[in-house]
């Protein structure tokens, strides 16, 4: 059965979480007063869908519905998950959250994308307070995984196992505090930022700059205490403390002072972006911070290491799902072209045609049991020989199958045909490809071992059965 979310406010945030919801298959409403919601949601959904479905390897699931309600009654009446999403203003919270609780199940699952109000500032005049809790997200939310939970065990161990099946990372904050973990740090850095721009000590290009050329890239695959620690040397924390902990006594920040946002100070700042940004629209500004998120955290993917490995364990999770039945044609990849894959002529590049070849190969050998255990003990396939041609252009974004044959598959070889097909099942491309069953050891071809032929024997059956069927 599907499972529905309901999105209260559906602007920036609530948008994001509507994207991330439909595209892992959950139905959503959403509620927004604003005439204008609408249009801004699917302005969103089209940018979400071309970026999160390339952070996989493996096809996501099939949409969800989404629709727009007239009234939150109606949103929240069968929901499993309830985002509230409303504007930053506690008594507004409140009485959202009322009406909610008025109209959803007991068992709902109330989460608040709050930045900075606590779960029990939130729970102030609650029917049911335990029910509410802090899932805050980071924008953009169908991309970034981090969600900082705040409110009760019980419940948040249930809002814990959802965010993983959705491909995000929970972080549990196990004491409330305002502005939760993150929030704390995104302050201190914007509060630091406004007054070397009011002091006249740096634009907000040279800002961004010194985030982006530098402590950024470090802080966005290690964060902060990592990093530090290798900044210390081979004598490591302790002495780093101990050389740069001195400094924290000088006068090196005004972290405790916030500058007046006078009409001038904001003035400065809007005049200064738009002549940093200003040639861009806001959707291109997005499409180019997603592009990059995407190449960035699919190259943390291919590391395993941080928010990549997080991904690789949900493609693990999809895929999984999904492993391929030979008595039917075998559908060896399923998956989106990512924004990486691209080259100057604007669609696939040839050599990443090779990539899914690989992969198509990668899950014809799973299935013949040269998995990761068979090829951990020493054996394995080389391909020796490909043969594509190329019959029409992928783009990005754009989802792409490859069905498989197997068309020989006896003693040391494995001879695959593979057809990539496009959404509108048009042959995109095909290869032929020659595998050779080879010793690790000897790096020599070999015999594959018996429960390998065995299982190769029987898929070349079932498939030829299944041919001359068709
Ligand atoms: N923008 C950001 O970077 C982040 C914001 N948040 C939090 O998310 C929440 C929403 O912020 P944004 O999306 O940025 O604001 P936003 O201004 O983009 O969206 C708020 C939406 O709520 C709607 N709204 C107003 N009254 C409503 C009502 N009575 N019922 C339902 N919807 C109503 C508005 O029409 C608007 O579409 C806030 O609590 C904020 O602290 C969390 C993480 C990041
Ligand atoms: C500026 N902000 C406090 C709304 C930021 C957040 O809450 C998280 C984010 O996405 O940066």
């Not at 020599?444 to 041919?467: G, H, N, R």
């Amino acid at each position: 059965m599907t499972n529905t979310a309901a999105i209260i406010g559906g602007g920036v945030i609530g948008g994001g979480w509507a994207a991330r919801f439909v595209l892992s298959g959950w139905d959503v409403a959403i509620f927004d007063p604003d005439p204008d919601a609408g249009r801004k949601i699917d302005a969103v959904m089209a940018n979400a869908r071309r970026s999160l479905p390339a952070l996989s390897e493996v096809a996501l699931p099939p949409e969800g519905q989404i629709k727009f309600v007239p009234t939150l009654a109606e949103a929240v009446a069968d929901a499993d998950w309830i985002q509230e999403s409303a504007p930053e203003r506690l008594e507004m919270k409140h009485r959202i959250l009322k009406e909610i609780q008025t109209h959803c199940r007991e068992d709902a699952l109330i989460g608040s994308s709050t930045s900075g109000f606590k779960p029990s500032e939130l729970q102030q005049g609650a029917l049911r307070p335990d029910q509410i809790f802090v899932a805050h997200p980071f924008n953009p939310v169908y991309l970034l995984p981090l969600i900082e939970l705040v409110g009760s065990d019980k419940t948040t161990a249930r809002a814990h196992d959802i965010l993983t099946q959705i491909g995000m990372k929970p972080l549990k904050v196990r004491k409330e505090i305002d502005a939760h973990i993150a929030d704390r740090f995104l302050e201190a850095v914007w509060r630091e930022a406004l007054w070397l721009v009011k002091d006249g000590i740096a634009t907000t290009q040279e800002i961004d700059d010194a985030i982006r050329y530098g402590f950024g890239l470090r802080w966005g695959q290690m964060g902060l205490f990592e990093t530090y620690r290798v900044a210390g040397g081979e004598a490591g924390m302790a002495h780093f403390i101990a050389q740069f902990g001195p400094c924290l006594q000088w006068p090196w920040t005004k972290l405790m002072d916030v500058p007046e946002l006078t009409d001038e100070l904001v003035q400065t700042i809007a005049s200064q972006s738009d002549a940093q940004s200003g040639s861009h629209s806001i959707r291109e500004l997005e499409r180019i911070r997603d592009d990059n998120l995407v190449s960035m955290m699919r190259s943390l993917k291919g590391r395993n290491w941080g928010a990549g490995a997080l991904l690789n364990e949900h493609d693990a999770r999809l895929g999984a799902a999904t492993e391929p039945d030979f008595t039917k044609p075998i559908i060896s990849v399923n998956r989106t072209v990512p924004v990486d894959w691209s080259d100057y002529n604007g669609h696939m590049n040839e050599s990443r045609y090779g990539q899914v070849w690989s992969d198509a190969a990668d899950t014809v050998m799973r299935m013949i049991g040269a998995d990761a255990a068979y090829i951990a003990a020493g054996l394995s396939y080389f391909t020796v020989d490909t043969h594509t041609k190329f019959m029409n252009e992928c783009l990005v974004g754009e989802p792409i199958t490859v069905v498989t044959q197997i068309v020989e598959g006896a003693g040391k070889k494995l001879r695959l045909y593979h057809e990539m097909k496009n959404a509108s099942e048009d042959v995109v491309a095909s290869c032929t490809q020659l595998l050779i069953h080879v010793s690790l050891q000897t790096r020599k071809s070999c015999e594959p071992a018996p429960l390998v032929l065995e299982k190769l024997a029987a898929i070349v059956a079932a498939q030829a059965t299944m041919q001359a069927q068709s």
